[in-house]
C-alpha cells in the first residue's frame, strides 16, 4: 500500500515536470521574436528576428514628415533659406486659393519622396494639422489615398512658375503666402 502511494507521488511528479517542460518549450515560441544571444562586433545584443512583428514608430505620420521630410523642411516646418525651402507654418494659405491643393501634393519633394499614396496623404493631412494648423481654413477636407493618386497623373512641369501663379491667385484674395526664400 506504501509501495504504491510512493510510486503516485512519483507519478504526479512525472506528471509535473513534463507540464513545466513542455510550458518551457512552448514559452519562447508565444514571447516577442527575439533572442538576446547574438554575438556581434559590439558584443552580445539582443537581435529581432527577421521575422519579429514591427513596432517601429515609422507608422505614424509625424515619423514619416521626420524622415522624409524634415531633413529639407525641419522639424517646425520653418524650412532653409539657404537651401531655398519655404517655410510650411501657413501652408493652409494654399487650400484657399484654386490649384493649390493639388500643388501640395504635386511638389517634388513629395512626388519624389518614395512614400505611397496613403502615405503622402497621412503625412500631408500631418503636416496641415500639426505645423500648419493655424492657417487651414473651415470645413477642410483631409487628403486620401485616392486624390494623391490623382494627383501624382499631372506632374508639376515648372514648380516655381506654378507656384507663383498660385501666390498671385491669393493675393487677389488677399492672401499672403511667403515668397520662395
Ligand atoms: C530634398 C529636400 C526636400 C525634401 C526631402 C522635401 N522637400 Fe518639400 N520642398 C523642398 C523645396 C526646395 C521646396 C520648394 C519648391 C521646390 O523647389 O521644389 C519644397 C516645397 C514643398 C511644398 C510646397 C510649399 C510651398 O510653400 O511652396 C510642400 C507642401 C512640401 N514641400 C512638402 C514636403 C513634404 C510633405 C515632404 C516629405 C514627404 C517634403 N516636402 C520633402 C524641398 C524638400
Given at each position: 500500500m506504501r509501495k504504491g502511494s510512493w510510486r503516485l507521488d512519483r507519478l504526479d511528479t512525472t506528471v509535473a515536470f513534463a507540464l513545466v517542460y513542455s510550458l518551457m518549450g512552448s514559452a519562447p515560441m508565444a514571447?516577442?521574436?527575439?533572442?538576446?544571444?547574438t554575438a556581434t562586433t559590439l558584443g552580445r545584443q539582443v537581435v529581432l528576428h527577421a521575422n519579429a512583428p514591427s513596432i517601429a514608430p515609422t507608422h505614424s505620420a509625424r515619423a514619416l514628415y521626420v524622415l522624409h521630410?524634415?531633413?529639407?523642411?525641419s522639424l517646425d516646418g520653418s524650412g532653409s533659406t539657404s537651401a531655398r525651402v519655404p517655410d510650411?507654418?501657413?501652408?493652409?494659405?494654399?487650400?484657399?486659393?484654386?490649384?493649390g491643393r493639388e500643388f501640395l501634393l504635386q511638389v517634388p519633394g513629395v512626388m519624389g519622396s518614395g512614400l505611397n499614396d496613403e502615405q503622402v496623404a497621412q503625412v500631408t493631412n500631418w503636416v496641415l494639422s500639426s505645423i500648419a494648423n493655424a492657417s487651414i481654413p473651415p470645413h477642410h477636407r483631409v487628403f486620401d489615398a485616392a486624390e494623391v493618386s490623382q494627383a501624382r497623373r499631372s506632374p508639376l512641369v515648372d514648380v516655381a512658375a506654378t507656384r507663383a501663379v498660385l501666390v498671385q491667385r491669393a493675393q487677389q484674395l488677399g492672401l499672403q503666402i511667403a515668397q520662395t526664400p
Open positions: 514571447q516577442a521574436q527575439v533572442h538576446g544571444n521630410c524634415a531633413g529639407c523642411h510650411m507654418r501657413q501652408l493652409g494659405l494654399f487650400l484657399r486659393v484654386p490649384g
